[in-house]
Nanobody, 122 residues
Framework: QVRLAAFGGGLAQAGDSLTLSCAFS????????VGWFRQAPGKERELVAA????????SYADSVKGRFTISRDTAANQFYLQMTSLKPEDTATYLC???????????????WGRGTQVTVSS
């Protein structure tokens, strides 16, 4: 059973940077795709960034390309979302997820961490 714990959210001003971290345990970390999703009030959960271990490819939502970077540390069993040039529209609850395969659809991911709030003021 995969267990995930996200941390690192908080308050930021537009243009600031924040890094979210997610600790992974319970299975072989290197054999799982990892991803970050976000959900704003009244909106659907959306994929922000994902890393697929099979292809070693990363994917990003168009709205964060060039600003956010997903990375992982297999020695530490953690993965990260580095967020730069934050915008008020980035305000959301951010959730980390893991699955044997990366998908765009949240419903296809099997393991989720509790969300961490990111609030960006203008």
């Amino acid at each position: 059973q995969v267990r995930l714990a996200a941390f690192g959210g908080g308050l930021a001003q537009a243009g600031d940077s924040l890094t979210l971290s997610c600790a992974f345990s319970g299975r072989a970390f290197s054999s799982y795709a990892v991803g970050w999703f976000r959900q704003a009030p009244g909106k659907e959960r959306e994929l922000v960034a994902a890393f697929d271990w099979r292809s070693s490819r990363t994917s990003y939502a168009d709205s964060v390309k060039g600003r956010f970077t997903i990375s992982r540390d297999t020695a530490a069993n953690q993965f990260y979302l580095q967020m730069t040039s934050l915008k008020p529209e980035d305000t959301a609850t951010y959730l980390c997820a893991a699955n044997p395969t990366a998908y765009t659809e949240p419903r296809k991911w099997g393991s989720w961490g509790r969300g961490t709030q990111v609030t960006v003021s203008s």
